[in-house]
Each structure stands twice: as C-alpha cells, then as structure tokens.
T-cell receptor, first 109, second 117 residues
Framework: GQQVMQIPQYQHVQEGEDFTTYCNSS?????IQWYKQRPGGHPVFLIQ?????EVKKQKRLTFQFGEAKKNSSLHITATQTTDVGTYFC?????????FGTGTSLTVIP | NAGVTQTPKFQVLKTGQSMTLQCAQD?????MSWYRQDPGMGLRLIHY???????DQGEVPNGYNVSRSTTEDFPLRLLSAAPSQTSVYFC????????????????FGNGTRLTVT
C-alpha cells in the first residue's frame, strides 16, 4: 500500500523559532492533506494540496507540494504555544487514506 | 450538528472479550472509516465504507468487523480482544471517498481509548 514517510518524529523549538515537517512518498501522489492533532485531541483538517508545485498559506503556516508530487512540507513561522501538537500528512490510494507517522511539535515558552 | 460522535470514550477489556465501538455522524457523509493510533505509528486504517451496505478492509483489518446498515452509523466490533488491540480508535467521515485528484476532508470523532488486559 501507499507509504508516506514523515520527518522529524519530534521537534522542540523555542517560542518564536520556525518549524518545518516533511512528508515523502516513493510514488506520485494525486493530492496530499495536512492535519493537526492537539494533545489529547483528534486530528483536524488543515489543508489539501492538489497541484504540482502548489504553495498555500494560512497565516503563519505555509504548505508546499513538490513539483513531482512526491513530497510536501509544512512550515510554521515564529511558532507560538498554540502551535503545540502533532502534524500529520495524509495521502490516498483509491478510497484508502494513509497517514504519515506525524511530527510532534513542542514549543518552549 | 454534533459532527462525528464516538462512544465510549474509554474502555477496559479482558483478553478474549468482545465489544462494539460506536460511531455516528449527522452530516450525511457517504464515506466513513476507522483508524487506530499507536505511538510512533500514526493513524492506520482498519476498515472503511463508501456508503450504506458497502464495507472494505483497510491496512490493519484483522480482529475487527464492521457493518454499515445506515448512512449515519458505522460500528466497529472487536471479536476477541487481544492486548495488541490496546490503542486509541478514531472514526472519521467525509462527503465522499476520493476522486482522481481531490479528497473531501476527513472529520474525526473524539476517539475511544481502549485497553486490553
């Protein structure tokens, strides 16, 4: 089945520093979704990227989809304590969604 | 709208016991799915359904059964619980499954934390 590798597994940053998580696939993806899960919570949809080379922004969050549609990244500028949580990418094969292992972000005040 | 509702929130089972995790959505979503979340392994798909009367296996279906008699409900049954099934279980739904290039976002329930001793 589809495998989506996500790195790093953990990231600790000082508040105000930037943060990036990466997703990589060995196969070309039709699209990729990003989700955020707060500690003790459930995953919440953030965004979907569909086009090759697509870049989307949500305030301090920047999402990119690679030109070959095999990789994606999420970059947070000037992290805040509200950014704490685990960020997942997700891809699909047919009706099956495959999630990356997630990157757990800790923000140190 | 309540969204996706899962019950119970917590459950402790003994090895060999059976139980059903409930999932209901009130958004008229066609697609429903079950995931388990284990530390360091992300979310893994157990079973999914693209509509009432239709179910299919995901990545880790062994030990679990599902049925979809209505659009709203998608229960997950553990036939004979094992310690390896200790996990957090999430139900998720969306408008449709997938098209060639676009997926409807998944809406998740709050999860069921299951411990099997």
């Amino acid at each position: 089945g589809q495998q989506v590798m996500q790195i790093p597994q953990y990231q600790h940053v000082q508040e105000g520093e930037d943060f990036t998580t990466y997703c990589n696939s060995s196969t070309t993806l039709s699209n990729i979704q990003w989700y955020k899960q707060r500690p003790g919570g459930h995953p919440v949809f953030l965004i979907q990227l569909v086009k090759s080379g697509e870049v989307k922004k949500q305030k301090r969050l920047t999402f990119q989809f690679g030109e070959a549609k095999k990789n994606s990244s999420l970059h947070i500028t000037a992290t805040q304590t509200t950014d704490v949580g685990t960020y997942f990418c997700a891809a699909n094969t047919g009706n099956q969604f495959y999630f990356g292992t997630g990157t757990s972000l800790t923000v140190i005040p | 709208n309540a969204g996706v509702t899962q019950t119970p929130k917590f459950q402790v089972l003994k090895t060999g016991q059976s139980m059903t995790l409930q999932c209901a959505q009130d958004m008229n979503h066609e697609y429903m799915s079950w995931y388990r979340q284990d530390p360091g392994m992300g979310l893994r798909l157990i079973h999914y359904s693209v509509g009432a009367g239709i179910t299919d296996q995901g990545e880790v279906p062994n030990g679990y059964n599902v049925s979809r008699s209505t659009t709203e409900d998608f229960p997950l049954r553990l036939l004979s619980a094992a310690p390896s099934q200790t996990s957090v279980y999430f139900c998720a739904s969306s408008w449709t499954g997938t098209t060639s290039s676009y997926n409807s976002p998944l809406h998740f329930g709050n999860g069921t934390r299951l411990t099997v001793t």
